[in-house]
T-cell receptor, first 114, second 115 residues
Framework: GDSVTQMEGPVTLSEEAFLTINCTYT??????LFWYVQYPGEGLQLLLK?????DKGSNKGFEATYRKETTSFHLEKGSVQVSDSAVYFC?????????????FGKGMKLTVNP | AAGVIQSPRHLIKEKRETATLKCYPI?????VYWYQQGPGQDPQFLIS???????DKGSIPDRFSAQQFSDYHSELNMSSLELGDSALYFC??????????????FGPGTRLTVL
């Protein structure tokens, strides 16, 4: 079945450091890809998404590019802030169209220190 | 803007008891998804409903059942609770149009503790 593999951490960075969280996937067809963020004690929030190959999702300084050739969707941010401390989940959903369940990676806890 | 509402936010039960979790989707959203997130784990898909019919089923135990009502809210019923059922239960909703993927909006979750 479909699956997502991502860096699990935990990772601790200093403010303004560069962040990369690797994510690769296995899926039939062409899934949509997502990064969700979960702040302490809260629900899941969509951070960014990409629905087809070579699409780049971006939001709040975070970016990820849908790479079909390497089945990857790595998350990057050039300069992290303390407020970025959270758990980050890479996820995929079935082929475009209709309602499809999300399949999540294991999540990576990021702590950013001042 | 209205968000997905889940109730209760916290629930404590004893083993072998039953629990009912409720989810109220965003207005005009007709699809509801349930996910279970164990401590330190990734969310796992349980079940989904579209227009009051079950649309997909994941790793949901036979002790659990769910349904979607005419007002599109959904309830997850859990019986014979086990310690391992302690988790955060998320509900998400969206309104598929049959075109490009439609974002699932998540509720804040219900934290179930089984003692």
């Amino acid at each position: 079945g479909d699956s997502v593999t991502q860096m699990e951490g935990p990772v601790t960075l200093s403010e303004e450091a560069f962040l990369t969280i690797n994510c690769t996937y296995t899926a039939t067809g062409y899934p949509s890809l997502f990064w969700y963020v979960q702040y302490p004690g809260e629900g899941l929030q969509l951070l960014l998404k990409a629905t087809k190959a070579d699409d780049k999702g971006s939001n709040k300084g975070f970016e990820a590019t849908y790479r079909k050739e390497t089945t990857s969707f790595h998350l990057e941010k050039g300069s992290v802030q303390v407020s970025d401390s959270a758990v980050y989940f890479c996820a995929l959903s079935g082929p475009q169209g209709g309602s499809e369940k999300l399949v999540f990676g294991k999540g990576m806890k990021l702590t950013v220190n001042p | 803007a209205a968000g997905v509402i889940q109730s209760p936010r916290h629930l404590i039960k004893e083993k072998r008891e039953t629990a009912t979790l409720k989810c109220y989707p965003i207005p005009r959203h007709d699809t509801v998804y349930w996910y279970q997130q164990g401590p330190g784990q990734d969310p796992q898909f349980l079940i989904s409903f579209y227009e009051k019919m079950q649309s997909d089923k994941g790793s949901i135990p036979d002790r659990f059942s769910a349904q979607q009502f005419s007002d599109y809210h959904s309830e997850l019923n859990m019986s014979s609770l086990e310690l391992g059922d302690s988790a955060l239960y998320f509900c998400a909703s969206n309104a598929p149009t049959g075109g490009s993927y439609n974002e699932q909006f998540f509720g804040p979750g219900t934290r179930l503790t089984v003692l």
